[in-house]
């Protein structure tokens, strides 16, 4: 069975400070995708990237960066010198195989930048 | 381009009621999935339809039912409905290709949220 697990709950900052989410997942699959959404108070979730499991080069785009590493199972999310509008709950989510419309989420982490 | 579209953002139901959720996704895009999120469970995946028939269904009882209809708006459908069955609920579109292995990324709707009385 796939599982995700964000194990920061919260996370308070002051701007201009970075922030680092962290993420394990655990799949059976050979072949998976992984994802960081955000959910601002809106509700809407917005994509913010998509990982494949054979791809662990890491990417930076703009003030986010990702860190995936398969050895451990982790896909941590980096978002350096932080605004205020990051505040928002940032969701990692893990595909069932190539499946990537069925995805399992981890719980959370709630993000506040602080003026 | 047009976003993916919920009706209604807002209900409010008794218990023993049922109610019907509708879901407009991106122009182009085939497949559509739902999703329930509540503050104890979190997001969990309810089910999947692509070209009208539903490919992949998550842990929920039988009172979860949904449907897609020829032009791609996909309708979910509760019935019996339970104090626990109060959540948001979120449906996403992708174009993903028949073979079942996406292009892209999934685009999520604001939500339908739902408070069951």
């Known amino acids: 069975a796939q599982k995700v697990t964000q194990a920061q709950t919260e996370i308070s900052v002051v701007e201009k400070e970075d922030v680092t989410l962290d993420c394990v997942y655990e799949t059976r699959d050979t072949t998976y995708y992984l994802f960081w959404y955000k959910q601002p108070p809106s509700g809407e979730l917005v994509f913010l990237i998509r990982?494949?499991?054979?791809?662990?080069q890491n990417e930076i785009s703009g003030r986010y960066s990702w860190n995936f590493q398969k050895s451990t199972s982790s896909f941590n999310f980096t978002i350096t010198a932080s605004q205020v509008v990051d505040s928002a709950v940032y969701f990692c989510a893990l595909s069932e195989g190539i499946r990537d419309y069925k995805l399992s989420f981890g719980a959370g982490t709630t993000v506040t930048v602080r003026a | 381009k047009a976003g993916v579209t919920q009706t209604p953002r807002y209900l409010i139901k008794t218990r023993g009621q049922q109610v019907t959720l509708s879901c407009s996704p991106i122009s182009g895009h085939r497949s559509v999935s739902w999703y329930q999120q509540t503050p104890g469970q979190g997001l969990q995946f309810l089910f999947e339809y692509f070209s009208e028939t539903q490919r992949n269904k998550g842990n929920f009882p039988g009172r979860f039912s949904g449907r897609q209809f020829s032009n791609s708006r996909s309708e979910m459908n509760v019935s019996t409905l339970e104090l626990g069955d109060s959540a948001l609920y979120l449906c996403?579109?992708?174009?993903?290709?028949?073979?079942?292995?996406?292009?892209?990324?999934?685009?999520f709707g604001e939500g339908s949220r739902l408070t069951v009385l």
């Open positions: 990982r494949n499991s054979f791809d662990e």
């Open positions: 996403a579109s992708s174009s993903s290709p028949k073979t079942g292995a996406n292009t892209g990324e999934l685009f």
